[in-house]
Nanobody
Framework: VQLVESGGDTVQPGGSLTLSCITY????????MSWVRRAPGKGPEWVAT????????YYEDSVKGRFTISRDNGKMTLYLQMNSLKPEDTGLYSC?????????????????WGQGTQVTVSS
């Protein structure tokens, strides 16, 4: 299993970025997928989740209305469109496969992660 992220960069506050995550070694269309970020000195923070068919999406409160998670099952790829970026969005963003097939924030866990792509929001 491999997950490879790309698209991270340094941008000014208010800017936009689109992250991509290409996956290998598992049946991507069957997987509930998420983006998770890690800020310096902090633990992993869940950002967003998308269901297998892409019909349902879930977001952490601080990114609602600014970030959009999507997927292309034919390309085995997960995306995160990030708009109106803030300095507090800075971190290492990883895509992750949910352990469960059903979204439950209270018992959420991930069994595979990518290495991550760095997003820095700074003026």
């Amino acid at each position: 299993v491999q997950l490879v992220e790309s698209g991270g960069d340094t941008v000014q506050p208010g800017g936009s970025l689109t992250l991509s995550c290409i996956t290998y070694g598992f049946i991507f269309p069957n997987a509930l997928m998420s983006w998770v970020r890690r800020a310096p000195g902090k633990g992993p923070e869940w950002v967003a989740t998308i269901t297998q068919d892409g019909d349902m999406t879930y977001y952490e409160d601080s990114v609602k209305g600014r970030f959009t998670i999507s997927r292309d099952n034919g390309k085995m790829t997960l995306y995160l469109q990030m708009n109106s970026l803030k300095p507090e969005d800075t971190g290492l963003y990883s895509c992750a496969r949910e352990t469960s097939s059903f979204f439950d924030r209270a018992s959420q866990s991930w069994d595979y992660w990518g290495q991550g792509t760095q997003v820095t929001v700074s003026s």
